[in-house]
């Protein structure tokens, strides 16, 4: 009756490790997809001299093929890692802590999130998570300071990409 009892125990560990590295193989090659992302709006003059509006509808990426990195880090051996540094970087150089947080001891991590347009324009800036203070309006204006980056790519063709960014802010003693 035990044997049963392992061989039932083997066959769910066997079955459970082969789907998760089919889970495992299958994200490494799969993109991962936020959803759908209103990339540009176009006014377009037609032959009647009014303008027309289109909306071009793209899928939004979370993590793609060759993700977007900031102008100057293509070219370097690993550009998503120069990237990192560089917005580690801007953001220690230019994150003011505000008066209100200080007066108010508020203290924590900001989440912002943005999307790095086709054209490596930043676009749909938004806090995810703030802590008030002025803190979720510091990471907002951070953000909109940033320069271009180059556009992230998935099979060989220019994507939108989401980006979240924590920022934390802590009071020294």
Excluded at 63 to 76: A, N, Q, R, S, Y
Excluded at 102 to 114: D, E, L, M, S, W
Excluded at 116 to 143: A, M, P, Q
Aim: aromatic share 8%.
């Amino acid at each position: 009756m035990n044997y049963r009892i392992y061989i039932l125990i083997l066959y769910c560990l066997l079955i459970n490790t082969k789907a998760n590295s089919q889970l495992e193989a299958s994200a490494t090659v799969r993109p991962e997809i936020v959803g759908d992302h209103i990339d540009t709006l176009w006014s377009v003059k037609n032959g009647g001299g009014k303008e027309d509006f289109k909306l071009v509808k793209t899928t939004l990426y979370k993590k793609v093929e060759k993700m977007p990195v900031l102008i100057g880090c293509e070219t370097d051996s690993d550009p998503e890692e120069c990237s990192k540094k560089k917005l580690i970087d801007l953001l220690y150089n230019n994150i003011k802590y505000p008066n209100e947080a200080k007066k108010q001891r508020i203290q924590g991590i900001v989440y912002a999130k943005y999307v790095v347009k086709t054209d490596g324009s930043l676009g749909n800036i938004r806090v995810e998570r703030g802590i008030g203070g002025g803190c979720d309006e510091e990471v907002l204006r951070f953000i909109g300071t940033l320069p271009a980056y180059t556009p992230g790519f998935q099979d060989g063709k220019a994507v939108p990409v989401q980006i979240t960014l924590p920022v934390k802010f802590k009071l020294m003693k």
